[in-house]
């Protein structure tokens, strides 16, 4: 199973008016995420499922992904807002007797979130702990493949991790 | 400062009567690394060293980055050949009072060479220790930003890691 780590698009700054939450993608932001996804569906890339951080400009990006092409399930997980835990997520969507019947070793999995969050998680997928020695830019993505018998954590292997500027 | 870790492209297949380190890339090999070479130059990468492997695989590579004008510095390494020392070449290159002339905090090196030696290397300077999680295809790319001031092992970042097909 592969799973794609991919962080949102270019916000809107933080302001005492706007909760974070609610914070949008910029027109730039909408326009680079859109390069960017318009690029993996190029490259024939196609999740089986979308999930994504409840937050808006997360979740605009993973619309973005949907109206692109990339995939047409998409799902709120809310272990994916900030400081989400990666072993609530395991637990929900990996280990056996949940959602089994979505999961098979073919499987494309994006994951739209947030950072340092995203890049922990890769991390602890590849190497079991968290050093923050990962950069993921915005609307930058990492792909992870997950064995398909040992726990992921520790056990996966990193074979993408890209900026933008890479793909567009 | 910035290294590139970058393998070789496709090389002829392993033969009695030819010796490892004289494999050749193939037709296919070189066109492809043209092509990556191409993107990165496109993408305004410039080296100020290239440093390679003395295989003949790993020279050839490094030509094409010549030719292509990402860089007009080439040098062999003996520590970047299979099996070769990250902390020798460490020694040699990023320790103070060795090479400082040559190194600034802008410098961006490539070095090029073999698997599983250059994922080896990443895994080292940027966790310490080797897990073998990194998948690096032939003429592949791995970037590090190195620390100005801490050693480079286990505290440098990595901000791309990919195959050649994200960047043809």
Redesign the interface.
């Given at each position: 199973m592969e799973i794609y780590l991919i962080r949102h698009g270019i916000a809107e700054e933080q302001r005492e008016d706007v909760k974070d939450e609610e914070r949008k993608l910029t027109k730039e932001g909408k326009q680079k995420t859109e390069k960017v996804a318009q690029r993996l569906a190029e490259?024939d890339l196609k999740f089986d499922f979308i999930l994504t951080s409840p937050l808006v400009r997360a979740y605009q990006t993973a619309e973005i992904l949907i109206k692109t092409g990339l995939g047409d399930k998409l799902e709120e997980s809310t272990h994916l807002a900030p400081n989400g835990d990666i072993s609530a997520w395991i637990a929900d969507w990996l280990e056996p007797n949940t959602q089994t019947s979505k999961i098979s070793p073919e499987t494309k999995l994006a994951l739209v979130g947030h950072e340092p969050d995203l890049g922990n998680w890769a991390?602890l997928l590849?190497?079991?702990?968290v050093?923050g020695?990962?950069?993921l830019?915005k609307a930058g993505t990492i792909g992870i493949?997950v064995p398909e018998q040992a726990t992921p954590l520790?056990?996966?292997?990193?074979?993408?991790?890209?900026?933008p500027?890479?793909?567009l």
């Amino acid at each position: 199973m592969e799973i794609y780590l991919i962080r949102h698009g270019i916000a809107e700054e933080q302001r005492e008016d706007v909760k974070d939450e609610e914070r949008k993608l910029t027109k730039e932001g909408k326009q680079k995420t859109e390069k960017v996804a318009q690029r993996l569906a190029e490259l024939d890339l196609k999740f089986d499922f979308i999930l994504t951080s409840p937050l808006v400009r997360a979740y605009q990006t993973a619309e973005i992904l949907i109206k692109t092409g990339l995939g047409d399930k998409l799902e709120e997980s809310t272990h994916l807002a900030p400081n989400g835990d990666i072993s609530a997520w395991i637990a929900d969507w990996l280990e056996p007797n949940t959602q089994t019947s979505k999961i098979s070793p073919e499987t494309k999995l994006a994951l739209v979130g947030h950072e340092p969050d995203l890049g922990n998680w890769a991390e602890l997928l590849v190497w079991g702990e968290v050093k923050g020695n990962i950069v993921l830019k915005k609307a930058g993505t990492i792909g992870i493949k997950v064995p398909e018998q040992a726990t992921p954590l520790g056990n996966s292997q990193m074979f993408l991790l890209t900026p933008p500027k890479y793909l567009l």
